[in-house]
């Protein structure tokens, strides 16, 4: 509750944007404005359901119903609405027929079909019946459309689609009962707690997001701007909905991570003419060579010409070492292979050489890390030699990147209720960039540190503690409240970003170059590469985790380069780790809805629907003090 010594903005927040779903039980085909459209074949709840296959049908068939029977239509609404009957498409070939429409058992209105005699053609004539009579308001939650066939002749009605318009105020509707959503889910906007006082200055974010499929992509990205932001405060607490259940593994479908960075098949050495193919990134090029007319052997040169990913868009690919792996088919007398590969160093590696004998399957050669470069310039050269007879052909051919090893973690302190671990990355994104941890209650230094993490022991064990707190050398931070009782953890989800970046990096960073922490007072002095310094306090308690940043003095233009990002991800409502953002406690805004900048100085990025993904991550907000 807010005081009233603090500003608050106690107006209820009603948008809502919402993508529909067309499923099995709605069946909703397309949406305008406040139109959404039901197709009356999809309906349930009704005992000899008849659907007819209909060419001029808007869903190529339609719901037959004979008097005395009815069907309905589940779905749900995410807030209040008024809703109506704006159409609905029948057609008849008979005697008129009376259908009534209702919703929850209330009246919307009743539809007279016109009579019509065709001899059966009227079944594909199409007709409407405008809008009925009544309005009926409707809370959020689930609901039911029913059509009651009341009077009609022996042929009864078919029922194409019907038609509803929803005065909600909003431009779309999520109507799929699968995801659930609260309009009651708000943050206030009291900047007053702490005794930290008012500001003066607005700040500003700026939408920088993108559309993704893949759940493990953070493609929310929202830098922060402020014109001094000295001392600011960013929280963490468990989402406002209620969920009993914590989904916490990752969701890797429509995701492009994969340990093969290009691969062919299917290649036939022996033809006489050059080969070229393509893959993706890579191409491929096999040329005969001179044919050894003494021992009767040929040469095949086969060059490899590939680009890779790298940390200019915050990938590996380039820094990882790789496989090349070779499947040859149908080897009769003994191969010899040679392989060389050209990349960061601007010159061809020494040969590495293999004999491929009868039987043998794949065949590896193995690069370090740091041999290629990011980009094109890369490339792989295989001779192969064999006697002339021998029809050689390549299976597969394919690079893959090598395994990556489990994190090394050292303890830096532990007390019985603060852990401190450092922890050292197989290979880490920020090439040839790490931080020095010390630690003040005793000045041990660790050096190569690619990120810290802090635990605090749980009120409820004995022995049992929780993540709280994780900062990277990157400068993202995240952060987790307590765990709830009778969980053993929850995930992390969104993160924030703390220090200044260049907003229009593929994956921004802010790089440390030190941090000191006092483990007694959980307080932590940043030093940035840039020359930028800051001062983190921890405080954990029941409710949240927070995090109090003051003394900031940055390097660089505050009108340039953003002091704090928010990422995250989105694919859809009930699928994110974050769906809204609210601002100075005003109607939130959908988090890639159309807006481009929103200013004020407290920041709540949180969810208004139950999502599968990170179910129990938290809600962070951002106040700006100073």
Partial sequence: MCSTACLCNQDTMRQLRYTVFGIFLVGLVSIQAN?????????????????????????????????????????????????????????????????????????????LS???????EGWNIFRQSGPLNYIVYLSEGRHQLSFYVENGDEYGVEIDKIVLLLHNGIEENNLD????????????HCITENGFGLYTSKGKLVQKSKMTLCAEEDNVNIPIFHDSARKYIISANLPQYTSFANNRMPNWENCKMTLSLWSFRDIDLSQTQ????????AKVTVTPLDTDLKSNLISYELIIEFSLDGPSIGMMDSELGSNIKVLFR????????????????SKWSESVNKTIYLNKTWDTWNVPDLEWREGRGNSIRLIITAFKEERIQIGEIMMNKRDQFIDKSVTAYHDGMTIIEVVDMDVWWRVNETMTIKTLNNGQVFQGVDY??????????????????????????????????????????????????????????????????????????????????????????????????????????????????????????GNADVDYVGVDGNEPHHILSGWETLRGNSYAFFRKCISKHNTLSPDLRVKILD
């Fill in 452 to 573: 810290f993490r802090i635990y605090r022991k749980l009120p409820w064990s004995e022995k049992d503690f929780c993540q709280v707190f994780v900062m990277y050398q990157d400068g993202n931070v995240r952060l987790l409240p307590i765990t709830p009782h009778g969980l053993d953890w929850i995930p992390f989800g969104s993160s924030i970003l703390i220090g200044q970046s260049d907003h229009m990096a593929v994956r921004p960073a802010a790089p440390l170059r030190n941090a000191d922490i006092d483990p007694k007072e959980l307080t932590i002095q940043l030093t940035y590469w840039d020359g930028s310094v800051l001062s983190l306090k921890l405080d954990v308690t029941m409710k949240e985790t927070t995090v109090i940043v003051s003394d900031a003095v940055y390097a660089r233009s505050l009108a340039s380069y953003p002091f704090l990002t928010f990422r995250s991800m989105w694919v859809a409502d």
């Fill in 35 to 111: 139109l959404v459209i039901f197709e009356a074949e999809n309906a349930v709840f009704f005992e000899g359901k008849r659907v007819t296959p209909r060419s001029e049908a808007s869903g190529q068939s339609t719901l037959k119903m004979n008097k005395g029977q009815t069907s309905s239509i589940e779905f749900c609404l995410t807030k209040h609405s008024e809703i109506e009957v704006h159409n609905v498409w029948y057609s008849n070939d008979g005697k008129s027929d009376l259908i009534t429409v209702t919703v929850d058992n209330k009246m919307l209105g009743q539809v």
């Fill in 177 to 188: 009962c699968k995801v659930f959503c609260f309009d009651d889910i708000s943050y206030d």
């Fill in 114 to 120: 016109e009579p019509l005699s065709k001899g059966g």
């Fill in 330 to 345: 149908g080897v009769v007398n003994p191969v010899h292979v040679s392989m060389q590969y050209f990349g960061r160093w």
């Fill in 274 to 281: 050059n080969i070229t193919q393509g893959s993706g990134v």
